[in-house]
């Protein structure tokens, strides 16, 4: 079992940066491969980021590509999602996950490849 715990939401005006974090309990974080996903108002929710082991094999969805980075700290069992020049359809809560996972790269876009998952923390983003 692995348990994730998100931290570093909050409310940003337009243009501002935050910093999530997700730290995994467990002594194998490193293999795992880390996930952020987003869920606005009435949308489903949608892949915004992840992490491979390993050679950090990294992915973003198209609308965060150059405003958002995803980082892992192995030592501290933590994953990072450094976001800058926010805009309102960054309003969303945003949920860590976490997989076991060694299928072709674009599944890491797939909510169902990830077993595990955090509690999610809300992010605002004010105009």
């Known amino acids: 079992q692995v348990q994730l715990v998100e931290s570093g939401g909050g409310l940003v005006q337009a243009g501002g940066s935050l910093r999530l974090s997700c730290t995994a309990s467990?002594?194998?974080?490193?293999?795992?491969?880390m996930g952020w996903f987003r869920q606005a108002p009435g949308k489903e929710r949608e892949f915004v980021a992840a992490?491979?082991?390993?050679?950090?094999?990294?992915s973003y969805t198209d609308s965060v590509k150059g405003r958002f980075t995803i980082s892992r700290d192995n030592a501290k069992n933590t994953v990072y999602l450094e976001m800058s020049s926010l805009n309102s359809e960054d309003t969303a809560v945003y949920y860590c996950?976490?997989?076991?996972?060694?299928?072709?790269?674009?599944?890491?876009?797939?909510?169902?490849?990830?077993?595990?998952w955090g509690q999610g923390t809300q992010v605002t983003v004010s105009s």
């Open positions: 996950a976490a997989a076991l996972f060694r299928g072709p790269a674009q599944n890491v876009r797939v909510i169902s490849t990830f077993e595990y």
């Open positions: 467990g002594r194998t974080f490193s293999i795992y491969t």
């Open positions: 992490i491979r082991p390993g050679t950090f094999g990294i």
